[in-house]
């Protein structure tokens, strides 16, 4: 298992409720970042991490949005009180470049959350 | 600011046809170029990118793109497609000096029939 994955793969929540989507990266990649991906668009950038500091969030849409990655390593991105405009397909990525270079950047397969 | 814009949603296309995904781009300043694509069920992985250099770079299966710096784009081309193609592929930009957010075109569906 030396790939990106994300937990749940799917996650249907109320709107109001808070959810928790997880991401594990590849062990050992310093840079994680965050994509929320809309239905017939492309991904867009929603955060990002090197190692344990989030240095770059300029693409949360609100303050509902929170992710953090407190050791370095795993991800949670939270989203309070959901709305059915953050219904979406929420993808993590990571990568062993520490950011200003062009490193690829490894995928995992997406959290689709459907906000009702 | 950078913007990417994929000229066509979505490209039908025959066994063993030529294809051409259209990518341009704007940025005001310098960007790395990418094409990632997107199998059924599966996650986006990396399939060519263009960081300096020779203008033409190409994958392990057969892709190729060409950069143009006087027209900004980046097409993708394929010779002869194989149903196994059948994917959705995206364009995307980085800036050279910042960090490593990607910016992506809304995608093209491309749908491979015998």
């Known amino acids: 298992g030396a790939g990106v994955s994300q937990s749940p793969r799917y996650k249907v929540a109320k709107r109001g409720q808070d959810v928790a989507l997880r991401c594990d990266p590849i062990?050992?990649?310093?840079?994680l970042f965050w994509y929320q991906q809309a239905l017939g668009q492309g991904p867009e950038f929603l955060t990002y991490?090197?190692?344990?500091?989030?240095?770059?969030k300029s693409g949360l849409p609100s303050d509902r949005f929170f992710a953090e990655r407190p050791e370095g390593s795993v991800s949670t991105l939270k989203i309070q009180r959901t709305q059915q405009e953050d219904s979406a397909v929420y993808l993590c990525?990571?990568?062993?470049?520490?950011?200003?270079?062009?490193?690829?950047?490894?995928f995992g397969p997406g959290t689709r959350l459907t906000v009702l | 600011a950078q913007s990417v814009t994929q000229l066509d949603s979505q490209v039908p296309v025959f066994e063993e046809a030529p294809v051409e995904l259209r990518c341009n781009y704007s940025?005001?300043?310098?960007?790395?170029l990418f094409w990632y694509v997107q199998y059924p069920n599966q996650g986006l992985q990396l399939l060519l990118k263009?960081?300096?250099?020779?203008?033409l770079v190409e994958s392990i299966n057969g892709f190729e793109a060409e950069f143009n710096k006087s027209q900004t784009s980046f097409h993708l081309r394929k010779p002869s497609v194989h149903i196994s193609d059948t994917a959705e592929y995206f364009c995307?930009?980085?800036?050279?000096?910042?960090?490593?957010?990607?910016?992506f075109g809304a995608g093209t569906q491309v749908v491979v029939t015998p």
């Open positions: 990525a990571s990568s062993l470049d520490q950011g200003l270079g062009a490193g690829e950047q490894f």
């Open positions: 062990s050992g990649h310093v840079s």
């Open positions: 991490f090197q190692n344990e500091a989030q240095l770059d």
């Open positions: 940025s005001s300043v310098s960007v790395y």
């Open positions: 263009y960081l300096s250099g020779s203008t």
């Open positions: 995307a930009v980085k800036r050279r000096d910042s960090w490593g957010k990607l910016q």
